[in-house]
């Protein structure tokens, strides 16, 4: 199992390597350069700008080796201060700075300076976490219970009402666009009937989430903090639930009608077992297989799945974040985004497999 | 028996039957039988239809995608589907020339945030006085162009790059295999709001080759399963063993086997790029501000709803949901058709 799960880290690296080189090129290669961002900003001084500039190993009109080079300073192969592939410490730039490597680089937990905020892209990044990981847990936790409910009601009931109007309905929900889906809800309950807010994780007039001043606040009157915030969690995760719901409880159905047809399910009910002990035992433990595996994957996508719903809700999480960079021309935050959330797939996909590997006795590895 | 320029027809025919034995059976082992669907039809009732007569005339005479679309037109949520979508093609082809108001008069808004639907404007108009119902209709062109030709390039991609990595496998499969997974592990949206961002410039050409050329991998992985399947078969060896070249077996042998699945992937493709354009254009990164499309539509309607203007945002929403719905109903219809085996 660990000889199994060390090597599909191993192949993971290349692939982590090429998304490092694409998200890279896709920013080199955008008009107007890794300068671009500057042209944003006037109170940039061309002294900040030029040091800046040099700190990563950037520059105006980069020739082929000069890429190469601010790509090995983002990545942290290259040593940009001294121009080199060795640190100040004589040793290869590449290695932990305890080792005596050097500090820049994505080898060294450093994703570069935003540039519209003035402040590392990680800390961005881990600031607004949080936000992110409680509406699409809270979605997530909602949908994947009741897809399993749905879905495995549907199957067992297989072309009852039920089972036609869940069908009917997923269609729907499934062939929504979810930002109009957020707007229509805003619209009803927000601006009709005034009963839940419309934006944002916390009320608009109090500190801004996820800051010292919110956490103070919090500490001292926790109830009301968390109910507020699920008043606020409401809409987004009506939306979010709505369109997932669909498509995972079509999943969990025809996943279920898989092992009902199976003759093993057909032999316990030969043999006398009640309907229901053949339906949970026997059918739904077997049909969990590809759930898991689903699930699993799915979780990769809650760190980018929420661009549309956190835009139409503004709410403070990752994927206003990456709308931001871009429209800042934000490179350095882009890139770190776009790296983080595609680790983060890669690495669900090998928990992914080595899950199904576990659950399933049959797989050898 | 069997065509002899259509080696599958057979295969095809008993696993057809097989399939609905089976599901015939194991319906009755669990439920009493109803509704139209599950229907179980005695066929050795005195007077009722004898379904191995009607097997007897398929065998003689019907091709694989006469089979098909024989399935395909059975299946009454896709006939509505087809219905809906060649209304709105027909609206997208002809709309914007018969259209009843003047694209580029824009008569001003008599209220803030826009009128509601009246006789005169069905769907109301927007903040700045465009009718709304103009919108939908100049917003059909452009939506379906995108979804419809960026599906055609992302099929055309997608079976190129499967069919080159399954044929072949070896070093070009591990190649091409290794673009698919770094195309498959950045976030999809990531990486087309950037595409679009920086290289779309609000054209709608370039919006389209976008989308088209980051969502084949899906459909090169379909084909390359399919190849790497179907290269093994007993009709690959004996095309091979008299002598016909690569070429030709790859594309007149396998690949009009491997079609079904693909073909239905590529709707569901197309189903979804129509959505993700208009969110993409929503965001004011995709088509520019001059033209419209659905979701270019909706781009400024949020704003105008918090003042309780729904219509803005209401009917172009509608027109893509109706759209996208219909898609996903002649997918469905197209899988049950073209691909018996997997009923999701």
Known sequence: MVQYIIRRVAQAIPVLFLIAVVSFMLMMAAPGGPQAQFNQNPRISQDAIDRYMARWCLERNPDLLASLRSFGGWLGVWNCDEGGFFSDQGMPNFL???????????????????????????????????????????????????????????????????????????YIFYSLPTFWLGLILIFIFAVVLGWLPAQGIVPTRGPTFNSSAYWTAFHQAPLTHILDMGRHLILPVATLVAVNIAADSRFVRSSMLDTLGQDYVRTARAKGLPRQRVVFRHAFRN??????????????????????????????????????????????????????????????????????????????? | MTDPRDPHTHDEVVDDLVARRDEAVTDLMRSPPEGADGAFVDHYAPGAPDADAEYEVALESLSQWQLARRRFRRHRLAMVGLVIFSLMLGVAIVGPIVQPYEFTNIPGASRQGGDPPSLEHVFGTTREGRDVFELVINGARISMAVGLFSMLIAGFMGVLVGSLAGYFGGWVDNGLMRVVDVLFAIPFLFIILVAARFFGQGQVSSLILIFGLLSWPLIARLVRASFLSLR?????????????????????????????PV??????????????????????????ETQVSWGNALANAQSALILGNWWWAFFPGMAIALTVIAINFIGDGLRDALDPRSRA
Request: charged share 15%; hydrophobic share 55%; proline share 3%.
């Open chain 1, 96 to 170: 932990p700075e305890f080792l005596g490597g050097g500090d820049n680089g994505l080898l060294h937990l450093d994703l570069g300076l935003s540039m519209s905020t003035n402040r590392p892209v990680l800390d961005l990044i881990v600031e607004r976490m949080p936000a992110t990981f409680i509406l699409m847990g809270t979605a997530f936790l909602i949908w994947v219970t009741f897809a399993i409910l749905l879905g495995v009601t549907a199957a067992v009931k297989r072309y009852s009402l039920f089972d036609q109007s869940v069908t009917l309905l997923s």
């Open chain 1, 287 to 365: 049909a969990l297989l590809p759930i898991i595996t689903a699930v699993t994957l799915e979780i990769a996508f809650l760190f980018s799945g929420a661009i549309v719903t956190e835009t139409i809700f503004s709410w403070p999480g990752m994927g206003r974040l990456y709308i931001d960079g871009i429209n800042n021309r934000d490179y350095f935050l882009v890139m770190g985004i776009v790296l983080i959330g595609s680790v983060f797939v890669v690495t669900m996909n090998i928990v992914a497999d080595v899950v199904y590997a576990i659950a399933d006795p049959r797989i050898r590895y």
């Open chain 2, 232 to 260: 093994e078969a007993d009709f690959v060896d004996a095309a091979r063993a008299v002598g016909v070249s690569d070429l030709r077996i790859a594309f007149r042998h396998i690949l009009p086997n491997a079609l079904g």
């Open chain 2, 263 to 288: 073909i239905v992937a590529m709707t569901l493709l197309m189903a979804s790029t129509i959505i993700l354009e208009a969110f993409v254009s929503f965001l004011n990164f995709g088509i520019q």
